[in-house]
């Protein structure tokens, strides 16, 4: 054995010493021959005699096996002292493993109860005052009890035997173990070959297991319950798995090897072969790569169906690239935008499908209502289709008549509540126009250069997403939804909504101009869309450059339809059910509708859908059932208790005088809130909480200075507002109020709360107030009809002004509600409040002279 495999083995043992040191060539070529020696022992040969008691030498990290030859490096005092009185006696010692390799000097505790007891053969001295030592195994030993501490371990032992049992299986698993450390030595150079010799002629299984553990890369732990083991079949066992895991670790740093050389190589190789191509192309009177590169990017451009100014700035930048070196830091700046450049659809488009009724057949099929936008987009293909019919029957000539070829697009703003099927409108419309479809999200946008891009000095710099759009389109006339526009950011990089101004202006876009490409790009046949929930937070101008189409909430029937006709068929599928095993009645559908919803679109309900199918699904994989239909009965037991009341909460709530239910918009759709008027001792104080703005606390001023004024009429005594404090709140405290439109709802809660009469829970009501009764019109009137719809309500108070908004109501919703068209605050009171005959008396303190309140 050589001796840097004498020193590799050297280093993976250690004996109470905190560095390993090299063993003398001589004795470690003794260690090896005495292992093959040791092979020749058998079942016949004489087995040691085990003395009673022996000195214990801990080893540090190491385990010493009975029939192998180990060599040991003793450095510590009272070790030396141990193998000078045993090398003066009988030379035997028990070795045992510490449990902690770390520890500097291990005491009875610390140390296994198994061990080896070993005969020194030889020992050697060497000038740093350590002891080298070569010591046989000869068999496994425990310990019983420790004798002495001082100035060294010893201990009263007795010899434990290994089973050694004579079965195939013994042998099978002998042939399995030679086998793996024959293979595994292959892959570990320092592993001798006289060992492996030794190991293929040994017989004795048990001598076959020791030798092997002896001489692989194994834990301390594995090494001692190896020992331990009782029986070579165990031991084989485990010997086998510690070697079949060993080898699939080598051979994967075996595979990694190659693999990482062979790149290397290959990389070398190609090296080589590019510089000779490049000198047989020289000689051959061919261009290289970069000539290649260039007339490629000629032909692109040729090809691409630029306009001038973008070809000449494309041809003058090829010119620079073919005066410029590969390996220079602008040739990759100047390749990378040629080939945006080149790769834009300048000429490509989609021809529009123009056939009106397929167009209406796909909108229909997709979307349920959403009457406007369909016919706006109907609008739009009608007169491309007559624009394209005008333009082969007149020429550019006839002055009379002149068609504008230069908008081609359309610009839209849908503005409407979540959920409403704002963003799924415009995959819709390019199926229906048969045009690509980009979708881009604008929420969270702050930098100006993410719509046009980054300007070419800066490293890394890149086209905006406008063109990135296109790029990925592949088309100059797609349809692009630009979503959530009402989200765009603003901060010190830009403002993105003004950058979109050119972009969305039909008679800038024509020639717009990203900083990256530096040339204009036409955008004027692009079709945009964009999305918002209210118009309030986009600019002004960017907002005149967009048609504006709304959105309301759909009504009960809308949604129930909505349901049948497109949730539960998608639910049903997604769900893994087939057509036949689950329905849903109409009624069932409508009480998901009320009592598990609340909103103005239907993306709760199509959860609130999807939770009772999976439900469905969980039976009928049971083999519970085979096919559910759901009424309205099963709603509750599949979605459990109502989370709203349909009509409850307004009954509970305007019970009691004081009390008014009024109408809000809100960015997510209309809604209902309640206007509470409490009175308490004091004296002319007035206050209102629940978060209100400036507008709606002026409102709440105007209505109890009319009701002041008409304390008369009211039949309240003039003193009793000097004699009491007025509390105005308006539920829930957490949710910020504004606007005007509450004006008539205070004042009918400040009028019941003087009158002791409650409002009808029936009613709901909205509109500003002046300091002389008048109603003015609000805004939102079609989204809080829907509102007062959902909640049950059935009869609606607005500004006799709007009347026209009424218009805009779903025939259905007109049909079932009763609209109370009021000009004068008496007209609200009138239909608001409970008729004086049936209800309390007005309180005392509230009467003038004594009187009930009158009609």
């Not at 553990?213 to 070579?232: C, G, K, P, V």
């Not at 945006?340 to 123009?354: G, N, R």
């Not at 909103?599 to 699904?617: D, F, M, P, S, W």
């Not at 509970?652 to 005088?657: A, F, G, H, I």
Request: aromatic share 6%.
């Amino acid at each position: 054995m050589t001796r840097k495999r004498a020193q590799d083995m050297t280093k993976a043992k250690k004996v109470e010493t905190t560095e390993e040191r090299a063993v003398e060539k001589e004795e470690l070529d003794v260690t090896v021959k005495d292992s093959a020696e040791s092979s020749d022992m058998d079942e016949t040969s004489v087995q040691p005699v085990v003395p009673p008691e022996l000195p214990i030498l801990p080893l540090r990290g190491l385990v010493v096996y009975p029939q192998t030859a180990i060599p040991l490096t003793v450095g510590q005092p009272r070790s030396i002292k141990l193998v000078d009185d045993v090398v003066a006696g009988n030379r035997l010692i028990a070795l045992v493993a510490a449990k902690d390799p770390e520890m500097e000097t291990p005491g009875p505790d610390d140390v296994y109860r198994v061990g080896t007891m070993a005969s020194i053969h030889r020992l050697f001295r060497a000038p740093d005052g350590t002891i080298r030592l070569l010591v046989q195994g000869l068999a496994r030993i425990e310990v019983d009890e420790y004798t002495e501490t001082e100035p060294y371990l010893r201990a009263k032992i007795h010899p434990n035997r290994e089973t050694i049992e004579d079965t195939l299986e013994v042998e099978a698993l002998v042939r399995n173990v030679v086998d793996l450390f024959t293979r595994l030595a292959e892959l570990v150079p320092s592993i001798p070959g006289e060992l492996i010799s030794s190991a293929l002629n040994v017989e004795d299984p048990l001598q076959l297991v020791y030798a092997i553990a002896t001489y692989i890369r194994i834990s301390l732990e594995d090494a001692q319950e190896i020992l331990e083991l009782e029986s070579t079949d165990a031991k084989l066992r485990r010997l086998m798995g510690i070697l079949t895991k060993e080898l699939e670790v080598l051979e994967l740093g075996r595979k990694i090897q190659t693999e990482a050389q062979s790149e290397m190589e290959k990389v070398q190789r190609e090296y080589y072969l590019r510089e000779q191509l490049k000198a047989i192309q020289r000689e051959l009177g061919e261009g290289d790569e970069q000539i290649v590169e260039i007339e490629e990017f000629r032909k692109k451009i040729a090809e691409s169906g630029m306009p001038d100014e973008a070809r000449k700035e494309a041809e003058r930048e090829v010119d620079r690239l073919s005066k410029l070196p590969t390996a220079a830091a602008e040739y990759g700046v100047i390749r990378t935008y040629l080939d945006w450049l080149t790769s834009l659809p300048w000429s490509k488009t989609t021809e529009d499908d123009l056939n009106i009724s397929h167009a209406r057949e796909v909108l229909n099929e997709d979307h349920y209502g959403l009457s406007d936008i369909k016919d706006r987009i109907l609008e739009f293909l009608a007169v491309r289709k007559l624009r394209q019919e005008r333009a082969e029957e007149f020429t550019e000539t006839e002055a009379e008549y002149t068609i504008r070829r230069d908008r081609r697009g359309a610009i839209l703003c849908f503005v409407g509540p979540p959920g409403v099927g704002k963003t799924s409108l415009g995959a819709s419309i390019a199926r229906a126009m048969g045009r690509k479809f980009i979708r881009m999200s604008l929420g969270g946008v702050r930098d100006e250069a993410e719509i046009r891009g980054f300007r070419r000095t800066y490293i890394g710099a890149m086209p905006g997403r406008m063109i990135q759009t296109l790029r990925r389109a592949e088309s100059r006339n797609p349809v692009i939804m630009l979503d959530e526009v009402d989200k765009l950011g603003r901060d010190f990089r830009g403002d993105p909504a003004s950058a979109l101004l050119e972009v969305l202006d039909p008679e800038q876009n024509a020639e717009f101009r990203d900083h990256y490409l530096d040339v204009a790009f036409d955008l004027s046949e692009v079709f945009f869309i964009t999305t918002a929930n209210e118009l309030e937070p986009i600019p002004g101008p960017l907002r005149d450059r967009m048609e504006i189409i709304h959105l309301s909430g759909y009504t009960e029937q809308e949604k129930v339809a909505i349901a049948e006709q497109y949730l539960v068929p998608r639910q049903t599928k997604e769900n893994g059910l087939r057509p036949d095993e689950i329905g849903f009645e109409h009624d069932s559908l409508m009480t998901i509708v009320r009592d598990y919803t609340r909103e103005a679109g239907v993306r709760t309900l199509e959860r609130e859908i999807g939770r009772a199918a999976r439900k469905v699904v969980t039976r009928i994989a049971e083999g519970k059932t085979d096919k559910v239909v759901v009424d309205e009965k099963m709603v509750r037991e599949l979605l459990g208790k109502p989370r709203y009341g349909y009509r409850e909460e307004i009954q509970e709530r305007t019970n009691l005088p004081g009390v008014a239910t009024g109408l809000a918009w809100t960015p997510v759709g209309g809604d209902v809130l309640f206007v509470e008027a409490a009175r308490m001792p004091g004296g002319k104080g007035f206050q209102f909480t629940g978060q209100l703005g400036e507008v709606m606390q002026e409102s709440a001023r105007t209505a109890l200075s009319y009701i002041r004024s008409k304390a008369d009429d009211f039949d309240v005594d003039a003193s009793f507002f000097d004699k009491n404090d007025i509390h105005i709140h308006v539920p829930a405290g957490a949710v910020p109020k504004d606007g005007p439109s509450a004006g008539v709802t205070m004042a009918a809660a400040l009028a019941s709360l003087l009158t002791g009469r409650p409002t009808r829970s029936n009613v709901a009501m909205t509109g500003e107030i002046t300091l002389r009764g008048q109603v003015l019109p609000v805004g939102g009137i079609k989204d809080k009809v829907l509102a007062a719809h959902r909640f049950g309500v059935d009869t609606v108070i607005i500004p006799k002004k709007n009347e026209n908004d009424l218009d805009d109501l779903p025939d259905d919703v007109r049909e079932e509600l009763t609209f109370v068209l009021a000009e004068h605050v008496d007209d609200v009171l009138k239909a608001a409040l409970v008729s004086p005959d049936v209800v309390l008396e007005t309180p005392p303190e509230a009467r003038k002279n004594g009187r009930k309140s009158k009609k």
